[in-house]
């Protein structure tokens, strides 16, 4: 792979794809050469790069998330550790393996080196990536797989979780205790970007906005005739995006309307993040392969990505990196 590529070139063509929503040169850090004629001709000579892979120990990766300055990668699943990719020296190390079943999502806490994990083993951990040789604190005794959790962006001692029974419980960090419980979430929570005054939390077909604060049900969100596997934010906090397998649906708080979507159209939707350097691109996870949205024009493109269903996405707007997780057993780096 060429590492810079003849970018210039691209421009003309790129824009027909992107919309103007900043300069098209910061996408293209690396320039896939063995692009059939075909594939040239579809995409429009726009090619969305891999600039990096880590392989797992032959097992599923099911979640990742950037640490908040776009230094590390952690990326979790099957093998029931967390492997941490350092984004300067591309060397990785591994927490050890406390969880005893599945982790099914890490977040990094905002503005820090520490992070949780969440597992079907039903227990929380918590880590600092600077000494992954042991956990910080654990909440164990759950009644219930734990399915999702997120961090508070402003009062980062705040984290949710959400298991397989439907219920959000919200805990602080210092100290380690329970603050209440909600209903409404089993796939994924995520908390609103930069504000946190709203969460999102996916149950079966339904999205649910909440009031962090007064925890009542701000929105509904209906409209998916499958299950919604995936949820997330722009990074203004006014638009969240959901998946199931053979739709993407693009919600307005504004409004609590749906504003725009797109079918799979054959393919499977699994997971959904917004491109960090171009607000009306989304990058949609599929069975082996990366949906690239422009929103804005409504147009879409396939990317090769993966051998098996993308589980995850994650973005840093540091780097202006995605990475994508996969049952593949690899994380990949995109740029």
């Known amino acids: 792979m060429d590492r810079f590529g003849d970018i210039a070139a691209l421009d003309d063509s790129m824009e027909q ?118 956990s910080l604190h654990e909440y164990t005794g759950h009644s219930s797989p734990i399915m999702s959790l997120d961090f508070h962006p402003k009062k980062t001692d705040l984290f949710c979780f959400s298991d397989n029974d439907n219920e959000i419980r919200y805990w602080n960090i210092n100290p380690f205790t329970s603050v209440r419980v909600s209903k409404g979430g089993n796939a994924q929570v995520r908390f609103q970007p930069r504000v946190g005054h709203l969460l999102a939390a996916a149950s079966d077909k339904v999205v649910t906005i909440f009031d962090v604060e007064s925890d009542r049900q701000i929105h509904s969100f209906q409209g998916h005739s499958e299950m919604v596997n ?75 990505g993966h051998e098996n269903i993308i589980s995850a996405l994650a973005q840093s707007p540091v780097t202006g990196m995605v990475a994508s997780a996969s049952h593949d057993s690899s994380v990949k780096l995109w740029k």
Not at 272 to 299: D, Q, R
């Open 17 to 134: 794809f992107l919309a103007p929503d900043g300069d098209g040169r910061d996408l293209y850090g690396t320039v896939k050469q063995s692009l059939s004629e075909n594939q040239k001709e579809s995409s429009k000579g726009f090619t969305f790069g891999e600039v990096g892979c880590i392989r797992t120990r032959n097992s599923k990766v099911t979640c990742c998330h950037f640490s908040s300055d776009g230094k590390l990668l952690a990326s979790a699943g099957h093998d029931m550790k967390v492997v941490l990719w350092n984004m300067d020296t591309l060397k990785t190390e591994s927490t050890t393996e406390e969880h005893k079943l599945a982790i099914t999502d890490v977040r990094f806490r905002p503005n820090s080196t520490q992070l949780a994990t969440a597992s079907v083993d039903k227990s929380v951990r918590l880590w600092d990536a600077n000494n992954p040789s042991y």
């Open 230 to 304: 995936y949820i997330c934010w722009d990074s203004t906090g006014d638009i969240l995006a959901s998946v199931s397998q053979n739709l993407v649906k693009i919600w307005s708080m504004a409004s609590g309307e749906c504003i725009q979507e797109l079918g799979s159209n054959g393919n499977r939707f699994h997971s959904c993040v917004f491109h960090p350097s171009y607000s009306t691109l989304l990058v949609i996870g599929g069975i082996s392969s990366l949906e690239l949205w422009n929103m804005a024009e409504n147009k879409s493109m396939t990317i090769p």
